[in-house]
């Protein structure tokens, strides 16, 4: 009876699905990587974001759409606003670090940072949606059913 309970609040959590692991690895070092790739010609700044902003992006991001696609099938847009605005809070508790010790000299350059953070984010987030959606397979593609969820 315990069983059947717990299958039916699977089935009202919503559905759930299976992540690619080989599409989600590829299209997490890929995303940025093509965004570098192809956006040398602006001055190398893209470039440079992979080098300063990768090591924040697979830390914090890794873990935040690998929680997102166990519940969403992840569209590009979605992957795009889900990074957007995980980098708004990323910069926020940074401000909030920063006024709390006293820090506030480099406010004006964290202000400047976050406008690039945040556009970054956004085509990284969106690049890996459009990456993952093209690599995952067929099984990744359809919700579980319920009795297969621990």
Same mark, same amino acid.
């Given at each position: 009876m315990t069983e059947m309970l717990k299958v039916a609040?699977?089935? =009202?959590?919503g559905p759930r699905y299976a992540i690619d692991p080989v599409a989600f690895a590829g299209a997490l070092i890929g995303a940025p990587v093509l965004v570098a790739v192809l956006g040398f010609g602006i001055f190398g700044i893209p470039v440079f974001a992979l080098i300063f902003g990768g090591p924040a992006y697979l830390v914090f991001g890794t873990p935040i759409l690998l929680i997102y696609l166990h519940r969403h099938p992840g569209t590009p847009n979605r992957a795009g606003q889900l990074a957007l605005l995980t980098a708004i809070i990323?910069?926020?508790? =940074? =401000?909030a670090v920063m006024l709390i010790t006293g820090d506030v000299d480099t406010l004006p350059a964290l202000a400047? =940072?976050?406008? *690039?953070?945040?556009? *970054?984010?956004l085509i990284?987030?969106?690049? *890996?949606?459009?990456l993952y959606n093209r690599w995952r397979s067929d099984l990744s593609r359809q919700p579980l059913p319920p009795f297969l969820i621990n």
């Open positions: 609040e699977r089935i =009202a959590q990323g910069c926020g508790i =940074a =401000a400047i =940072a976050s406008v *690039f953070v945040a556009g *970054f984010a990284w987030g969106a690049t *890996f949606g459009m």
